[in-house]
């Protein structure tokens, strides 16, 4: 059997936030490992962690103290264009709130991020084509935000998000804006992405449709990683109805 490479890990992380006599603990000494092919979600109550936490590993904000590697890179020795850098080049984000530009397209923001890696404009329309087609968004490569649905939406941000290929995609309450049977085609979407090109997802959420499809599921609270194994009494204490 062989052993799961190791993408990404935390030790001991702490986040704070403010200064002086007003500081917030975010997180307090957290450490974790992400392995290739993991698909795991994280949970917890509001304000725990999660968002935080998904940044830190991205590179999208720096913890006070402990240590973050990615592909064994040390990330508080690097500099922010060094961050940007592994962001563009190996990890794929999907926000709760699309974050897609109104000023393009849906086919304009998917290919956004093959632009900045310098992909040619063929190889970015072939691949971006491709998974619009396998995506069910055929036919609306035109369209801007403001005219497509909250689904289709998430989807375009789903297909910037995995178009590079990236190693990680880091997902914030990605169902929490569509509909029952969005969230359900947009899970099997990726499952199928984690099954096919073994992509490794890490999602936070309060929707127990998502943490069904978890291999793994890391319970965080008060900034802290309470558990790694849930029981069914806590899914539920965190997730809503």
């Known amino acids: 059997m062989s052993t799961k490479k190791e993408i990404a890990s935390l030790h001991e992380v702490v986040k704070n936030y403010g200064e002086g006599k007003v ?20 949970m917890g109550p509001s304000g725990c962690g999660k968002s935080t936490l998904l940044n830190i590993i991205g590179g999208l904000d720096r913890a006070t103290s402990g240590d973050v590697k990615f592909n064994d890179q040390d990330f508080n020795t690097l500099s922010n264009k060094a961050l940007s850098m592994i962001r ?5 984000f999907v ?19 093959l632009m900045l890696q310098g992909v040619s404009p063929t190889k970015r329309r072939e691949k971006v084509m491709h998974l ?41 309450e990605i169902t929490a804006n569509v509909d029952s049977k969005t969230a359900q085609s947009l899970l099997e979407l990726m499952v199928a992405l984690n099954k096919n090109n073994n992509t490794t997802f890490l999602f936070s959420t309060h929707d127990p449709s ?3 499809f978890a ?17 069914s009494e806590e899914i539920e204490r965190f997730t809503h109805k």
Do not use: C, W
């Open 88 to 92: 563009r080049q190996h990890i794929g």
């Open 95 to 113: 926000f709760q709130n699309f974050n897609l530009l109104p000023v393009l397209n849906a086919y304009e923001n998917a290919e956004y991020v």
């Open 215 to 231: 291999k793994k599921i890391i319970i965080l609270k008060d900034g802290i990683i309470n558990s790694e194994k849930a029981s």
């Open 23 to 42: 500081i917030t603990k975010a997180l307090q000494g957290i450490s974790l490992k992400i392995l290739e092919g993991d698909f795991s979600v994280m």
């Open 210 to 212: 998502v943490i069904k």
């Open 132 to 172: 619009f087609q396998e995506m069910g968004l055929d036919g609306l490569e035109n369209r801007y935000p403001r005219e497509l649905s909250g689904g289709q939406q998430q989807r375009v941000a789903i297909a910037r998000a995995v178009a590079t290929e990236p190693q990680l995609v880091l997902a914030d």
